[in-house]
């Protein structure tokens, strides 16, 4: 160990006579200090993909512009590999880049494609998005602009009702996500304006149906193909039936066992009044049967109230509509049990991915089939088991993934422009005409402000009036 010796007296240390013990000791210093201080002048990168694995924390954290998909592109161009989709590094990432969304999920953007082909080569004008135009009557939805990566609130209608509320709020927050995950990966949504109906059917004028963004469409009705589809607001949260929907997935999978492990009944609750003649049907063709536990469901008797993840817990389960589409589809898929569908009228985004026989059960609408159907396959649950994996991996693991729904709503963004007008950005100030350099307002508010009211009144926000007694 070194000590400090004191020179004789009169005797002066230049800076080249201290032992050599000392001067290695001083040398190590300096070059601590100086590789200390490199490395702190680094940009910090962004989280590896692990951050986004499953299961992991339910909190996304937006990461600056164009880093947060780089590691995972770092690593690829390091092996030399192609880029490969994997659900449980990938499944909750919403911010993959285009080409990572359009190899992970192929087979997503049917109804997209299917709405741009409907109008060709932009024809979509700003009448053509009007959601109360006379004659269509709908009660709830949300006139959004999007301008430089800023989601902006043009108009709301159904804010004083609580569940349109609880829709707009999550299609809004939906939007906001898919903006901020494509800034993020350096492919900004270019300006565009939109209405969707948030209400579960999308009610259009016959001669001039436009082009509004909804849940749902019916199929047999071809004013409905003006419509353009859109993940709905349960891939956001459904409160009170669901929780944030990153968060009922974890929940749902703490029930995955084979389906033998399951108990051996088809469950399923609901209201009857949405759908008469399909709900009632159901109840009545499973009333008594060992096989099943069907029942009708209401909010104000609790004891008829299944929790959405203990469905997981049964071999079987079922897709019934209401006034329209039914999000229980998406629900159900969450779970690995296997699933019956019985004819559908109404489509969602993902339904043209839905292969009986492959990934679910087809049974007719009144289900007169469905004993049957389960008789056969309670005694082929090696059959069955596979159609319940094959679902797993279509549905939970890729294409109802928070990753795909995000990849959803940026391919949804980016096609819609190539077929819509532009947007107009300002609206004149109260002073233009006076004014020699007349200031610009951008029209509408921002998300930021939106959210932030109590929004039970719907924008544009009714000034109040003053007081005239003072």
């Known amino acids: 160990m070194w000590t400090y010796n004191s020179p004789p ?27 200390s201080r490199e490395y702190s002048h680094r940009e910090v990168r962004a989280p590896t993909p692990s951050a986004f694995a499953i299961p992991s924390d339910p909190v996304i954290e937006i990461h600056s512009k164009s880093t947060a998909a780089q590691p995972i592109l770092d690593s690829l161009s390091k092996s030399g590999t192609p880029w490969q989709y994997d659900w449980q590094r990938d499944g909750n990432n919403q911010y993959l880049a285009a080409s990572q ?69 999550a299609i809004v927050q939906q939007v906001v996500q898919a903006v901020a995950a494509a800034d993020a990966s350096g492919e900004a949504i270019p300006n ?3 209405s969707v109906v948030v209400d579960d059917i999308a009610v259009l004028d016959q001669k001039k149906p436009g082009a509004l963004w909804s849940f749902t469409r019916r199929d047999a009705d071809a004013v409905h193909d003006n419509l353009w589809l859109i993940p709905d607001f349960h891939f956001f949260a459904a409160p009170p039936e669901a929780e944030g929907f990153r968060t009922m997935q974890a929940k749902f999978r703490t029930h995955d066992s084979s389906l033998e492990q399951k108990l051996p009944q088809v469950v399923w609750r609901g209201a009857t009044w949405t759908n008469k003649p399909v709900r009632q049907s159901l109840l009545d063709v499973t009333a008594g049967k060992e096989w099943a536990n069907v029942s009708e469901m209401s909010w104000e008797n609790l004891a008829t109230v299944i929790p959405m993840d ?89 294409y109802t993934t928070p990753a795909a729904t995000a990849c959803y709503w940026r391919k949804l963004m980016r096609t819609w422009s190539t077929v819509a007008f532009e947007p107009q950005i300002h609206i004149p100030s109260d002073d233009e005409e006076t004014s020699s350099s007349p200031r610009k307002r951008i029209r509408g508010i921002t998300f930021e402000e939106f959210i932030l009211h109590l929004n039970d009144q719907d924008y544009p926000y009714q000034k109040k009036k003053k007081n005239q007694n003072g």
């Open 192 to 194: 565009i304006e939109f």
């Open 310 to 398: 203990e469905f997981c817990k049964y071999r079987y389960t079922v897709n019934t509509e209401g006034r329209a589409w039914s999000a229980r589809m998406t629900h159900l898929f969450n779970c690995d049990s296997l699933m019956f569908v019985h004819d559908v009228e109404w489509v969602a985004h993902y339904y043209h991915l839905l292969d009986t026989g492959h990934n679910c059960i087809s049974v007719a609408r009144d289900f007169h089939d469905l004993e049957a159907k389960i008789q056969y396959y309670e005694h082929h649950l090696d059959e069955a088991q596979q159609i319940a994996d094959r679902a797993k991996e279509t549905f939970r693991q890729r």
């Open 9 to 35: 007296l009169g005797q002066h240390l230049s800076r080249w006579s201290v032992q050599p013990g000392v001067w290695q000791f001083t040398c190590a210093i300096l070059l601590l200090l100086l590789v």
């Open 101 to 169: 969304c359009d190899a992970a999920f192929p087979l997503l953007y049917h109804e997209i494609e299917r709405a741009q082909q409907r109008f060709g080569a932009a024809n979509i004008t700003e009448d053509d998005i009007d959601l109360f135009r006379e004659g269509t009557g709908n009660d709830g939805g949300v006139r959004i602009l999007i301008v430089d990566s800023q989601v902006r609130i043009i108009l709301t209608r159904g804010l004083f009702r609580e569940d349109f509320r609880h829709r707009i709020i």
